[in-house]
């Protein structure tokens, strides 16, 4: 068997299947998301349910929309009917997957959620079904045939169940003006989160491990104070503690060959004046742009008056995961 060959065919079916079930959406979809806001509106959450292969493909759709600002929770049908039905507001809103729409899981939930006075929208392939007759929304996830060679295993419908979700998910998210931001605020731990989150006062140099020395000084009190502070540069400032200049380790393998010996030389005649800066509420990200465009190593943090508070170091970039 043509391995490569095969999958590549496994592939197209499914994309196939996902232009079918995207040329197919109507009005129906813009009534699933109307009515979904106004649940949200009224203070509900979306509870996704389905069983078999649908089971996982519901987990992460409910996953997906609370993750995009749209309060959403996974509920396994048969856990419904043992206990599981507490968590159904009469403010939510079913969403439940079956491409039969003859799940007798779901069959057997549906009578008791209409009960609680929940509304239900489905996605299935089925239009005469019992769930979609059940469902005060339907949106039709219809293909042309399964993946599977024998037309059995759900593939290509899951696929497209999946990404009928995902639409859902993000349409929410804008409708609802969900921004960067929040999504970093619901993923604090992951890269975005610390992007977003993370302010240069949260990871500048501060202290004993903030090298300085003022004017005037010389250069072997630079190095002794870089050595300290175990820092590959050291800010210069003046008698009100703003910022004259900015020495490095790099300027001063530069003038080490220097022949009258650069250990006794006036800092100020060696540093950079007027480096560049920004503020400590500038976002870590910033401090990672400004080394990516200018090729340095060392930024200095100051206050609205100029005057030293920290120091950003590149190496420490990696320890706070930002790069």
Not at 32 to 40: F, M, Q
Not at 216 to 233: E, F, I, N, P, W
Request: overall charge neutral.
């Amino acid at each position: 068997m043509k391995y490569v060959e095969k999958a590549k065919e496994v592939i197209a079916l499914e994309m196939a299947a996902l232009k079918k079930v995207r040329d197919s959406l109507g009005k129906e979809f813009n009534q699933a998301v109307k009515l979904i806001l106004e649940r949200l509106k009224q203070g509900g959450k979306v509870v996704v349910t389905g069983v078999g292969k649908n089971l996982p493909i519901g987990q992460k759709i409910a996953s997906t929309l609370t993750s995009t600002g749209c309060p959403a929770i996974f509920m396994h049908p048969s856990d419904a009917m043992h206990g599981d039905l507490g968590i159904l507001h009469n403010t939510d809103i079913l969403l439940a997957l079956s491409y039969s729409g003859e799940s007798e899981e779901l069959m057997n939930l549906i009578p008791v959620v209409r009960r609680y006075g929940v509304s239900i929208i489905s996605l299935c392939g089925v239009a005469g079904s019992a769930l979609a007759k059940n469902s005060d929304v339907v949106v039709l996830v219809t293909v042309d045939r399964e993946a599977c060679p024998f037309n059995m295993a759900p593939t290509s419908s899951t696929t497209a169940t999946l990404a009928v979700g995902d639409a859902l998910a993000m349409i929410l998210l804008e409708a609802q003006g969900f921004k960067k931001e929040d999504y970093a605020k619901l993923h604090p731990g992951g890269a975005i989160g610390r992007t977003l989150l993370l302010r240069v006062s949260d990871i500048m140099r501060t202290g004993d491990r903030l090298a300085k020395v003022r004017t005037g000084s010389t250069v072997r009190d630079a190095v002794l104070a870089m050595t300290s502070a175990r820092s590959g540069s050291v800010a210069v400032v003046d008698e009100q503690d703003r910022v004259a200049g900015i020495f490095t380790d790099g300027d001063l393998r530069r003038h080490i060959g220097d022949p009258s010996g650069v250990g006794d030389r006036l800092i100020d005649e060696v540093m950079t004046p007027g480096p560049i800066t920004l503020g400590r509420n500038h976002l870590a990200v910033d401090a990672l742009a400004i080394y990516e465009k200018h090729n340095i190593d060392d930024l200095i943090v100051v206050d609205e008056k100029k005057r030293l508070v920290g120091m950003v170091d590149i190496q420490d970039l990696p320890k706070f995961k930002i790069f």
